[in-house]
């Protein structure tokens, strides 16, 4: 079915992606910060399928971070979420797919202790 974005949905959109983005840079900043200058973003790419002739999107959110300062030419997508029918939908997915990857990471630390980084997420 074909999803039109709101005022509401939008306004949700953009607190999410404030979180998720907080979220991702704590988890990716060691490891590209420096290398990356740590310019993170998230983005929303879709496909459309139709059945019995009703149209049907499918969105996904993506964390990625520029290669370049101050360019949008070059960037490496860090993690993606699944496929949702709503822009708020992906990034919920986005969300819970950093959140897992971030409690693997802060799971077994123990209070003081530091996490400098991992090439494995």
């Avoid at 029918?85 to 799971?107: C, F, H, P, Y």
């Amino acid at each position: 079915m074909t999803h039109l974005i709101d005022l509401a949905e939008l306004q949700l959109a953009r607190e999410l992606k404030t979180f998720i983005l907080a979220d991702v840079r704590a988890l990716y900043g060691p490891t590209h910060g420096s290398l990356y200058q740590g310019d993170f973003d998230i983005l929303t790419a879709g496909r459309t399928s139709y059945l019995g002739g009703v149209r049907y999107d499918y969105l996904t959110a993506q964390a990625i971070v520029y290669k370049k300062p101050d360019s949008p030419s070059q960037w490496k997508l860090l993690v993606a979420g699944p496929e949702s029918g709503t822009v708020s939908g992906a990034l919920k997915a986005l969300w819970t797919e950093v959140q897992a990857k971030s409690q693997n990471i802060t799971g077994p630390l123990q209070p003081g202790e530091s996490y400098k980084g991992s090439k494995n997420l």
